[in-house]
């Protein structure tokens, strides 16, 4: 079969092709350029796409994006992967800016606050879709169910951190892996069967090849880091804002965290965001769920609106539409910064990650404590969204979480309902879901 090398521009094309089209959650995205890059283009052969997406899955973030990284990297070096991954992260970014601008500067308008009211409800059956999806691929047997079932109870129960239940997990799952324990082995990622195979016409540069070098691997490490960290140590320091250090800090904290999807992620973040720094109310969390939910991109933006209302309420001398843009950009920085830096580290030794069992229990036994993690986040947003007060009640280290039911909001619920109904009955898809409760939470809200 004839082939032939992909030009740059034309490879740009097609990646602003792809991020206009990445709606939908990871699921889709993926889907998208597998369609694009291997059935139409065919730049990549199906067992080159499945590995590196495979390897994407083993990393911290979020995986279509870094997925696309490693895609512009293989044809076009460094200049590739962030053309790729930078453009699957810039719709987004100006989607939920945008709307940030339009939530905290026009909140009391009624329109708006019915908008949000009724997506926040809808919320809720997103994350319990979520919750089944993760559970469906990975909880396969009583130890993968247990170790959900434990991560749940330690969490919403005894309130240890997520970091902790992940790297707890993580270590379960390396170990058994190293023991040979099978019923650790339930996660591969995708494997050929998915799609049919398609062979490659295109002629792949040398450096896909190539032999790592470690003091290469070491010079992306430093610059890597540099451009992790300097700018927000810059902008922090030119503005005198500790609230923007803050949110360079915890965010870059996150990054490195986000295991098995943003939703294993947000519940740290929220409890965070609300209990500890203070940055938003209990629901607002739900409404930049929303923001990311019906933007094109990776649905971890949720966490720049976490950013730009921190810095907007906390400002210092700044005015707070500054500060809130500059609280956004840190956040997205910091967030995507990591993932083109395990892509780049890691894509020339990615070969070798072939038939490395341990990684794979681990990712096994981290996916199966997501669940759990991510059914906190459905019951915690639930209970904040459908009651207007919640107290939490301590008995020694036990934690319970008891909503007055007389503060229970029956337009919240009805929405929800309604929600659920579209989703799981109907399967009429998550925009239209969306869209239909924003629309019933902007009627409800009219007085």
């Not at 990712?363 to 207007?388: D, E, Q, R, Y």
């Not at 239209?432 to 629309?439: H, I, Q, R």
Request: hydrophobic share 55%.
């Amino acid at each position: 079969m004839p082939t032939h090398t992909v030009s740059y521009r034309e490879a740009l094309r097609v990646w602003l092709r792809i991020a206009a089209l990445s709606f939908g959650g990871p699921t889709a995205q993926i889907a998208v350029m597998h369609k694009i890059i291997v059935e139409e283009k065919r730049w990549v052969d199906e067992e080159r796409f499945l590995h590196a997406l495979n390897y994407c899955m083993l990393l911290p973030g979020p995986e279509a994006q870094q997925l696309a990284t490693y895609l512009g990297w293989m044809l076009h070096k460094t200049r590739g992967g962030l053309t790729a991954g930078g453009l699957f992260v810039l719709p987004g970014f100006i989607s939920v800016l945008l709307l940030s601008v339009l939530y905290a500067g026009f909140q009391q308008i009624t329109l708006v606050q019915g908008l949000f009211f009724g997506l926040k409800a809808a919320v809720i059956a997103l994350v319990i879709e979520a919750v089944l999806r993760i559970a469906r691929r990975v909880l396969k047997n009583e130890v993968m169910i247990g170790i959900a079932g434990l991560s749940f109870i330690a969490i919403f129960f005894f309130n240890l951190s997520f970091p902790f239940i992940i790297l707890a997990a993580g270590l379960m799952g390396f170990v058994g892996g190293k023991l040979g324990w099978h019923k650790f082995e339930v996660v591969h990622g995708q494997n050929a069967k998915t799609h049919p195979i398609h062979s490659a016409t295109t002629a792949l540069p040398p450096h896909v090849s190539q032999r790592p070098r470690l003091a290469h691997t070491l010079l992306v490490f430093v610059i890597g880091l540099l451009l992790w960290v300097m700018p927000v140590l810059i902008i922090v320091t030119i503005t005198d804002n500790a609230t923007l250090g803050d949110i360079g800090w915890f965010f870059g904290k996150a990054a490195v965290l986000t295991f098995g999807g943003a939703y294993s992620i947000l519940a740290y973040v929220a409890q965070q965001a609300v209990e500890v720094f203070g940055w938003l109310r209990p629901g607002e969390m739900l409404d930049g769920l929303g923001m990311a939910e019906t933007t094109p991109g990776p649905l971890i933006m949720v966490v720049q609106f976490v950013g730009f209302m921190a810095a907007y309420r906390n400002p210092g001398h700044l005015s707070p539409m500054l500060a809130a843009s500059l609280g956004a950009v840190i956040t997205t920085w910091v967030t995507f910064v990591p993932s083109f830096l395990w892509v780049f580290m890691g894509a020339p030794y990615v070969e070798q990650l072939r038939g490395v069992k341990s990684l794979s229990t681990a990712l096994s036994a981290i996916t199966a404590a997501v669940v759990g993690v991510v059914l906190n986040l459905a019951v915690w947003f639930a209970l904040h969204t459908w009651f207007g007060a919640v107290n939490e009640l301590h008995f020694g280290t036990l934690r319970l979480l008891s909503p007055v039911w007389t503060s229970l909001n029956w337009p919240a619920l009805a929405i929800s309902a309604v929600a659920f109904l579209l989703l799981f009955r109907l399967r009429r898809g998550m925009l239209l879901t969306l869209a239909v409760c924003a629309l019933l939470g902007a009627l409800a809200n009219i007085r």
